[in-house]
């Protein structure tokens, strides 16, 4: 007994840089400061922050950026652990016209932006992508 390794949790945390409307934004402070701030406080027994990441605000420029965040998480990557436990992914998102916090299970992008994206881009037909967060990578 006891032989089996002790669980571990690999968090891997996204934000986003600065869009339309909001030039600083608090993610990208909070998910840039995050490692440092963790490393200095420590972190529970059996926890791991696997990687932070902050994602341009943009269909393009986060695509590349997002999918090697997903192949890390589901390879075991970027992890100090080699022990396969559970994985989460969390983001960091920021709603301009909320003054508390929200917590989402579940986000829809309709591709749908008021404004171009921070490359330029505005889409022209309505896409609509689905995100679930998994209780483990390997329900994926």
């Known amino acids: 007994m006891g032989s089996e390794g002790t669980s571990v949790t690999t968090i891997h945390v996204t934000g986003f840089k600065q869009f339309h409307g909001v030039s600083e ?5 909070i998910v840039s400061n995050l490692k440092g701030y ?3 406080k420590g972190l529970p027994k059996g926890l791991v922050l696997g990687s932070c990441n902050v ?3 943009a269909g393009e420029g986060a695509l590349a ?3 090697n ?5 589901a390879t075991g990557q970027d992890s100090e652990s080699t022990n396969t436990g559970r ?6 998102g920021v709603n ?6 929200a917590i989402e299970n579940q986000a829809i992008n309709e591709a ?3 404004c171009p994206d921070e490359l330029g881009w505005k889409p022209q037909v309505r896409y609509a992508y689905i995100a679930l967060v998994y209780h483990s990578i390997h329900q994926l």
């Open 96 to 101: 301009s016209g909320s003054t508390t916090f």
């Open 112 to 114: 749908t932006f008021r």
């Open 69 to 73: 965040i997903l192949e890390s998480a």
């Open 55 to 57: 994602l341009e605000v």
């Open 25 to 29: 934004n608090p993610t990208e402070t």
């Open 87 to 92: 994985v989460i992914l969390l983001h960091f």
């Open 65 to 67: 950026p997002l999918y």
């Open 38 to 40: 963790m490393q200095k």
